[in-house]
């Protein structure tokens, strides 16, 4: 799986997008983009995962740059409740592990 | 709330003993995984099983096992313990063998030996 490497951390002020980037120059053809994030202790939490095409969903959006090398997960409105870390993972499709990395520690300021 | 069960939530034992730790995945999936989360190594994957059977292994102690039953709960088997064995040990679950599904973990049990 891919080697990713993220900023150790970040902050946002509550209500305003949240971008947190992601580099995997290594990723190869097959391999997905997931992020997950884990909020204080608790069991780390699915977010979004793509290929090549961005990605949206409730939580997220995932844009991912054309020669796939990073990527940039944005919560388009920050809350308190994202104060969380979120990791960013190479996956390919026959993986069964999720290899996490250290991840970004995201501060929501009020 | 993942679906994802595990128990008990916090274990204190002390060193050189042996403790189970459980999981129930959600209604329906066959895979199962284990994580542990140190303050030094972060979160790591263990094992995985799949309907029973072992699918893969990760950086699993010697001292370490685990099983998967055919109601699908797996146990997490811990021995020997040591002091660098406290950690957060997650569960987590899939419908099929391969993750490319999303991973729903459970709350954790955090483990304190002393």
């Known amino acids: 799986d891919a080697k990713t490497t993220q900023p150790p951390s970040m902050d946002c002020a509550e209500g305003r997008a949240a971008n947190l980037p992601c580099n995997h120059s290594?990723?190869?053809?097959?391999?997905?983009v997931y992020w997950y994030r884990q909020i204080h202790s608790q069991g780390p939490q699915y977010i979004i995962h793509g290929l090549k095409n961005n990605e949206t969903n409730e939580m997220a959006s995932l844009i991912i740059t054309e020669d796939r090398k990073s990527s940039t997960l944005i919560l388009p409105h920050a809350t308190l409740r994202d104060t969380a870390v979120y990791y960013c993972i190479g996956l390919s499709g026959s993986a069964r592990q999720l290899t996490f990395g250290s991840g970004t520690q995201l501060t929501v300021l009020p | 709330d993942s679906g994802v069960t595990q128990t008990p939530k916090h274990l204190i034992t002390a060193t050189g003993q042996r403790v189970t730790l459980r999981c129930s995945p959600r209604?329906?999936?066959?895979?199962v995984y284990w994580y542990q989360q140190s303050l030094d190594q972060g979160l790591q994957f263990l094992i995985q099983?799949?309907?029973?059977?072992?699918?893969a292994k990760g950086n699993i102690l010697e001292r370490f096992s685990a099983q998967q039953f055919p109601d699908l709960h797996s146990e997490l088997n811990l021995s020997s313990l040591e002091l660098g064995d406290s950690a957060l040990y997650f569960c987590?679950?899939?419908?099929?063998?391969?993750?490319?599904?999303?991973?729903?973990f459970g709350p954790g049990t955090r483990l304190t030996v002393l």
């Open positions: 209604s329906g999936d066959l895979s």
């Open positions: 099983y799949y309907n029973g059977e072992e699918r």
């Open positions: 987590a679950s899939t419908l099929g063998a391969i993750s490319y599904n999303e991973q729903f």
């Open positions: 290594t990723i190869s053809g097959n391999e997905y």
